[in-house]
């Protein structure tokens, strides 16, 4: 399984070519605090000084950073995958071999802290749909009335195993279509740089 980084965390990522094999490494512990811990904005202040550079660069490459190491240990990609995700982002082997030795000697850790954060929330088992159409009534002779019924199916883990629920819902075409759109929206706002900071940041 590759990885595919948008534009954002590409350019965020950019700051890497950079940075010398040691300032990789302490990003990478930075990282790692950040994900244990949540945002730090004195260690950023203290990185800035030290490479003269931006606040928000800093931050962002952590960020960045953090994204890649996270989703690469959340899938459990092969070292062979890791790198070919990472040659996406035009860096020098020396800096993919760092990243590729953090990644290992990290993942298992990430997954920990990864387990840890998670919320119990029910999770997607499987979806059943039916189509009615309404053709006509006593006071209506002719008409069309589409109706789509759901009957979504959820499971909820714990410690004493797992529990499923059930749930049923309905809507007219019209009004699942919007849905399909604001959800759509939703997940391409979940996505940009911005919605990702704040995320973290209630965590």
């Excluded at 982002?89 to 760092?98: A, K, R, S, T, W």
């Amino acid at each position: 399984m590759l990885l595919v980084l948008s534009e954002d965390h590409k350019e965020h990522l950019s700051f890497l070519t950079k940075a010398e094999g040691s300032v990789v490494e302490e990003f990478g512990r930075i990282a790692l605090e950040f994900l244990r811990k949540g945002a730090n904005p004195k260690i950023y202040e203290g990185a800035a000084r030290k490479l003269c550079v931006p606040v928000g660069m800093v931050q962002h490459g952590v960020e960045g950073l953090m994204f890649l190491m996270t989703e690469s240990s959340k899938h459990m990609i092969s070292e062979v995958d890791f790198m070919d995700s990472v040659l996406a982002l035009g860096f020098g082997e020396e800096l993919n071999q760092m990243l590729l030795q953090l990644y290992v000697q990290h993942k298992h850790q990430i997954r920990s802290i990864l387990s840890q954060l998670l919320c119990n929330q029910p999770a997607y088992h499987n979806l059943e749909w039916r189509l009615d159409v309404q053709l006509a009534s006593r006071s209506v002779r002719h008409q069309i009335v589409p109706m789509v019924t759901i009957r979504l199916l959820l499971t909820r883990s714990s410690d004493v195993g797992s529990t499923q629920s059930c749930m049923h819902l309905q809507a007219d075409p019209s009004s699942l279509l919007h849905m399909i759109s604001i959800l759509e929206a939703a997940l391409a706002a979940v996505k940009t740089s911005h919605a990702r900071r704040i995320l973290r940041n209630i965590k």
